[in-house]
């Protein structure tokens, strides 16, 4: 099973970013998916989720109306699209897989990517 989280860079305070996932899960529309992010010196958090069936998404509060998470399970992939950013989403952005329908906690979830570099700039 291979997760690849790719779509990171260096973007200015205000600027956007799309983040995309690419799953080797052999059933992947059973998996809900999720976006976490690690500051350097911080712990891994939860950023976003989405549910197996795309109908429900979740966000942690400081993201909340400049995120947005999507999922297409006919290309294997989930996305996270993310506007007016700041300097403290600088972080490295990790997409992960659970068998749970979804969930906000790290230790739900049975796969992860190797992250992607998301710098903004103030």
């Known amino acids: 099973v291979q997760l690849q989280a790719f779509g990171g860079g260096l973007v200015q305070a205000g600027g956007s970013l799309s983040l995309s996932c690419a799953a080797s899960l052999r059933t992947f529309s059973s998996y809900g998916m999720g976006w976490f992010r690690q500051a350097p010196g911080k712990e891994r958090e939860f950023v976003a989720a989405?549910?197996?069936?795309?109908?429900?998404?979740y966000y942690t509060d400081s993201v909340k109306g400049r995120c947005t998470i999507s999922k297409d399970n006919a290309k294997n992939r989930v996305y996270l699209q993310m506007n007016s950013l700041k300097p403290e989403d600088t972080a490295v952005y990790y997409c992960a897989a659970t068998r749970y329908s979804s969930s906000v906690r790290t230790y739900d979830y049975d796969y992860w990517g190797q992250g992607t570099q998301v710098t903004v700039s103030s």
């Open positions: 989405i549910s197996w069936n795309r109908g429900s998404a």
